[in-house]
């Protein structure tokens, strides 16, 4: 079997045959330097939990009551920025989501990002 790539579909030959196959694409959905700012988080949440299977924060909420906002449908990854020095932010975070330090090498569906 071939297999040989088009834009969403994927395409096989086999046997002197050729069909395609539906490849569901991953939405990814990356915020940060949120700054406790309350109303842009919950609206960025609201943006994203009808659009995204995954959201990467990358650094800058500083405090857990806004680090909650991002608890949603999707799945949620968080980085330490330089203003994140409340000392229970990763505990909150790990309540819904992954808290990574200061640096996450994340992989999804066998891609790196």
Excluded at 17 to 25: L, P
Excluded at 51 to 58: E, M, T, W
Excluded at 60 to 70: G, K, N, Q, Y
Aim: charged content about 35%; some cysteine.
């Amino acid at each position: 079997m071939r297999k040989t790539e088009s834009s969403k579909d994927h395409l096989f030959r086999e046997r002197g045959k050729e069909f395609s196959v539906q490849k569901e694409i991953m939405k990814l959905g990356v915020v940060s330097d949120t700054h406790d700012n309350l109303e842009k988080a919950r609206e960025a949440v609201r943006f994203l939990e009808e659009r995204v299977s995954v959201v990467i924060h990358c650094g800058d909420m500083v405090a857990p009551f806004t680090a909650e906002l991002f608890e949603s449908s999707f799945r949620f990854h968080a980085v330490k920025g330089n203003n994140d020095g409340e000392w229970n932010l990763k505990q909150v975070v790990e309540e819904f989501g992954e808290f990574h330090g200061e640096v996450a090498e994340l992989e999804f569906d066998g891609e790196k990002v």
